[in-house]
């Protein structure tokens, strides 16, 4: 099993949806890779943003949090 390396950001779905997700890193592709949304969808990026920091506040941020759920 390859352990890869993981975090959670503001993902950009298209110009008007935004989101919060698990994404891995693939060295074969040298890019981050989007893995699970683990928010609803927002209308702007400074929404997800506002959700991203308070969620954060929370302690919900830590990417281990996430990995059994994949």
């Known amino acids: 099993m390859t352990d890869y390396t993981t975090r959670i950001s503001i993902i950009k779905r298209n110009d008007w949806s935004h989101y919060i997700g698990l994404q891995f890193y693939s060295p074969a592709h040298d890019t981050w890779m989007n893995l699970k949304r683990i928010s609803k969808y927002y209308g702007t990026y400074e929404e997800a943003d506002q ?11 830590d990417p281990t949090l996430y990995r059994a759920a994949i």
């Open 51 to 61: 959700a991203y920091r308070e969620l954060e506040k929370l302690g919900y941020m």
